[in-house]
């Protein structure tokens, strides 16, 4: 057989294995996002009370709502790498016109859609123990929000992020979730279960859901193990909660703007609280 037949025949050859190994992976990724949860009813309503909805607005900031999908709630282009995805927050108020007050404490507690598909990219994790209040609130918030009209374009997972999907760098929300396992209810009149509550609301985002910070450990720009707030006297915590900036003056990056948009709409009391659970978690932890 003559070189240049070989070589065509190979080359064929390794462009069908190419083409069904990118396919497989493209099915398979799309099994797992095409994957349905069942989720527990929930009970829930939305309030026109204004004192609710002011309420509402705020915890949308410290949740960080208004950070994800923009300060009107419509929703943006948060994020696009080529061939991995692109990332767009949806438009609540547009989905207010057709998501019940269940839909939308479904896709925020149990990051869950409405044809059972997990949200991508919704912390939910972090919210599953909100109190019915705070999230009846925050709906009643995306209630009150005109939508604007602006068309953006709809998220994808490419080649690339399916093959993430695959290796279980990026699971899909709702797949990390326990749906049945029962809600934490806090006690607000103790300081460190109200400190809790509201860390892993504002802090697990970034930190991990039980605060140890990056899962490849501490580096240059990574959110550290939270056990560090003890080296902070509570005036420099609420200044760096307030501010973002830390002991010693460093740039820490993405926390100067989370803390200039989300923490500063904490109120004293619930800083101090935070910084008190905090300091308890890491003096158990250096036991």
Known sequence: MKPLKIAAITAAALGGLALASYAAVWLLGERIIARKYSVPAISITHSTDAAVIDHGRRMSEVAGCRGCHSADLNGKLFGEARFV?????????????????????????????????????????AFYDM???????????????????????????????????LQGLYP????????????????????????????RIACSECH????????????????????????????AFAHLLRTGEPLGGRDLELMDD??????????????????????????KAAQ
Do not use: C
Request: aromatic letters at 8%; glycine letters at 6%.
């Open 85 to 125: 995805y692109r990332m767009t927050t949806a438009n609540l108020p547009r989905l207010a016109a057709t998501y019940s007050d269940e839909d939308f404490a479904r896709s925020i507690r149990h990051g869950v859609k409405p044809n059972g598909r997990s949200v991508i990219g919704m912390p939910s994790p």
């Open 131 to 165: 109190r019915h209040e705070d999230l009846s609130a925050i709906i009643s918030y995306i209630r009150t929000m005109p939508d604007k009209g602006e068309r953006l374009p709809r998220s994808e997972t490419w080649i690339l992020g399916r093959i993430e999907f």
């Open 208 to 235: 991990g859901i039980n605060f140890e910070g990056a899962p490849e450990g501490p580096g240059p720009g990574l959110p550290p193990d939270l056990t560090i707030a003890a080296a902070y006297p509570s005036d």
């Open 258 to 283: 989370v803390a200039r948009d989300r923490f500063v709409h904490f109120t004293d009391e619930e800083v101090e609280a935070i910084h008190a659970f905090l300091v308890d978690r890491a003096m």
């Open 172 to 199: 899909p929300e709702a797949s990390t979730i326990d749906h049945n396992a029962p809600q934490r209810i806090y006690d607000f009149s103790n300081q460190l279960e109200l400190g809790e509550y509201l860390a």
